[in-house]
């Protein structure tokens, strides 16, 4: 059994059609990239996903059950979390709060083993130091580590990344592609959206491209990575 299944799912907002039949699946423990030009309906994909939005038609089981049009806390409660393009933190928190709220709300647990849930999970993407610091005082690249301490925290099995390294150096994105790696091994499943190639290619095993509303191609990212079609869309003459 697939860990996620998209069946036909499609969004309209008026005449605009944002995701027009797309289909995909997932299984456990496998990392899946997800690229294609702005307004190919990446983030609206992650939000049919997550509870955001309702498909207008289509769609969305995990483990098997349904879970097209549940609200996002009945989403995350049964394993999907995710993080956001722009961190959502609340800025006048403590770092340490915001992934003790993501732990308490996620996992439902007691207050003494969200705490060390949260410590633990900061301690993990190297912000143990910035704990009791305001949110609001973090870097780009801390806010980012933040956001994955949170999703993280929540317990879901399954992750989805909304560029999650939008705005990092190349040294800040080879360092959150190993995090990420290791994210994989302790038994996470990875859904990511990203434009830099280098890290969808260091970290995917299959990849899903969408232009238009529309998957245009899916396959080993090598393999997509050649694909013309890709190439004209997406990635244009130089890359390829």
């Known amino acids: ?12 907002f008026g005449s605009l059609v944002a995701l027009n039949a797309v289909d995909f699946s997932l299984t456990e423990g496998e990392i899946l990239g997800i690229i294609g030009p702005n307004g190919a ?44 393009q722009i961190p959502q933190l609340f800025p006048r928190l403590t770092v340490a709060e915001n992934v003790l709220v993501a732990a308490l709300y996620g996992r439902g647990r007691g207050l003494t ?22 949110a609001e005082t973090l870097t780009v690249s801390e806010r980012r580590r933040a956001d994955l301490a949170r999703v993280l925290g929540t317990g879901a099995p399954l992750i989805l990344l909304d560029e999650n390294m939008a705005g990092l150096n190349r040294r800040e994105v080879e360092a959150a592609v190993g995090l990420l790696r290791e994210v994989r091994a ?25 232009n238009y509303g529309e998957k245009i191609a899916e396959g080993r990212p090598a393999d997509v990575m050649r694909d ?6 997406y990635l ?5």
């Open 228 to 233: 013309t079609t890709v190439i004209k869309a």
């Open 113 to 134: 083993e969200s705490w060390r849930e949260a410590r633990e999970w900061l301690t993990f993407v190297g912000l143990a130091d910035k704990a009791e610091k305001p």
């Open 1 to 12: 059994m697939s860990l996620l299944e998209v069946r036909g799912i499609t969004k309209r």
């Open 236 to 240: 244009g003459e130089s890359y390829a």
């Open 186 to 210: 302790r038994g996470r499943t990875l859904v990511v959206t990203e434009h830099i190639m280098r890290a969808i290619m260091g970290l995917a095993d299959r990849v899903v491209v969408l």
């Open 41 to 84: 309906g990446k983030s609206t994909l992650f939000n049919l996903i997550a509870g955001l939005e309702t498909p207008t038609a289509g769609a969305v089981s995990y483990r098997g059950r349904s879970i097209t049009g549940l609200n996002a806390d009945a989403v995350c409660r049964l394993g999907i979390a995710k993080t956001f």
